[in-house]
T-cell receptor
Framework: DAMVIQNPRYQVTQFGKPVTLSCSQT?????MYWYQQKSSQAPKLLFH???????NEADTPDNFQSRRPNTSFCFLDIRSPGLGDAAMYLC?????????????FGPGTRLLVL | RKEVEQDPGPFNVPEGATVAFNCTYS??????FFWYRQDCRKEPKLLMS???SGNEDGRFTAQLNRASQYISLLIRDSKLSDSATYLC????????????FGGGTRVLVKP
């Protein structure tokens, strides 16, 4: 009964080779988020979509892009991965963007950059 | 200063004992508070929301102190399965539903 699904679970890419991570949800939630989490650190929000409206965090590098073709799917594109982009990438959803709404996380994609 | 701060631990807890730890937040406009649990190499999962009146869920009790700007989590009768990192999370209406995570407190329950 997976609600937030991320594929692949593990991704290995080469330095500078574009990579796309996928997230899908069966909750019909309006909001989808992408977080980056490095070892022993807190998850860091990269951006989120409220329906089709894209909201980028001010400190998210231009190297990170996102697409949301429909309610169920959201993609994270890393145009030219660097060694410092190796991390766990977490997708999350919430029904609404209001404060207090629970966010549901997917299992994450662990990215390794060689 | 980080917006949400936690003691990273680890808190080494004998099985069956009680453990408690706090989290402080710097923005007095913070409105919603949560404890998430994260197991090693897994995603964060909501443990409980934290309400002004305090709330309890089984062996877990959460408290909010707005005057001193901290929240706490207490775990009674610790189980081996309680070993995890506990993330303190806050958000503000002005920030939409952007969650701000603390760095986590690691708890290790030992036999």
């Amino acid at each position: 009964d997976a609600m937030v699904i991320q594929n692949p679970r593990y991704q290995v890419t080469q330095f500078g080779k574009p990579v796309t991570l996928s997230c899908s949800q069966t909750l019909n939630h309006n909001v989808m988020y992408w977080y980056q989490q490095k070892s022993s650190q807190a998850p860091k929000l990269l951006f989120h979509y409220y329906d089709k409206d894209f909201n980028n965090e001010a400190d998210t590098p231009d190297n990170f892009q996102s697409r949301r073709p429909n309610t169920s799917f959201c993609f994270l594109d890393i145009r030219s991965p660097g060694l410092g982009d190796a991390a766990m990438y977490l997708c999350a959803t919430s029904r609404d963007p209001g404060a207090g709404e629970t966010q549901y996380f997917g299992p994450g994609t662990r990215l390794l950059v060689l | 200063r980080k917006e949400v701060e936690q003691d990273p631990g680890p808190f080494n807890v004998p099985e069956g004992a009680t453990v408690a730890f706090n989290c402080t937040y710097s923005n007095s406009a913070s409105q919603s508070f949560f404890w998430y649990r994260q197991d090693c190499r897994k995603e964060p999962k909501l443990l409980m929301s934290v309400y002004s009146s305090g709330n309890e869920d089984g062996r877990f009790t959460a408290q909010l102190n707005r005057a001193s700007q901290y929240i706490s989590l207490l775990i009674r009768d610790s189980k081996l399965s309680d070993s995890a990192t506990y993330l303190c999370v806050v958000n503000r209406k002005a920030a939409g539903n952007k969650l701000t995570f603390g760095g986590g407190t690691r708890v290790l329950v030992k036999p």
